[in-house]
């Protein structure tokens, strides 16, 4: 195999915070050509929404008073963290599956996610029905195409934002964990990594914390916590 796909660690920090090591993920990560995944979690309850939506109707729809709220670098509608599985993929610019179209990797990775939790029994599918509209929403609320549904039941269990730069292809992924009450979530990451690195044809690489400079690191997060960033629109 020619190509590595690096696993980060697992960390619990702000939104906040999470969005920032998404983008350093995505933009600073060395090697370059590596693909990474890693899962986080949420150090409070946390919501995320999408880079192009209105922070008016982020916060209509929001009625946690204290709950983090951050906009993602990433497109896509409203994500509730407080019981989901979360995780980012990065896939550098160079390697073939990153050449092809953003919803042609949706359904890649989304395949992977199906296959993942097929061997713990779970029968959900793709859903392949396009939503009657396509104003980013709540994500939950409905499916988009490629997201990944129980069978036969229009249940949204996964879906996914992107975003794609000069450095490559990032994913943010959410699974809503209630929905599969039964999952065992380390077995699952496991599962999901090696489908990923089949999906990849790369060898998988478990590494130590990526070593971002501090200062970097701290102004990113600060960003993401402003009202600049999140009241932009």
Known sequence: MSHE??????????????????????????????????????????????????????????????????????????VNHQEDWTYSLVIPTGHPLGNDQPLDIYKKVHDCIIAAMATQGSDVALNLSAPESSTPGVCFNKPEVYDVVLRN???????????????????????????VPNM???????????????????????KAWPEWKDSEESQLSQQFDSDDWNKRR
């Open 5 to 78: 796909l690096h696993v980060i660690p697992d960390a619990t920090h702000t939104a906040a915070k999470n969005m920032a090591h998404d983008f350093l993920l995505l933009n600073r990560y060395h090697p370059s050509d590596a693909l990474r995944i890693r899962h986080y979690e949420w150090t409070r309850p946390s919501y995320t929404f999408g880079l192009s939506q209105a922070f008016s109707y982020i916060r209509s729809e929001i009625d946690h008073p204290t709950a983090d709220i951050c906009r993602r670098p990433t497109g896509g509608g409203v």
């Open 153 to 179: 039941f229009p249940s949204k269990v996964a879906g996914a934002a992107q975003k794609r730069s000069k450095a490559g292809y990032l994913m943010q992924g959410s699974i809503w964990k209630p929905i």
């Open 184 to 206: 065992e979530w380390n077995q699952f990451y496991n599962d999901f990594i090696l489908e990923i690195g089949k999906a990849a044809d790369a060898e998988i690489q478990f």
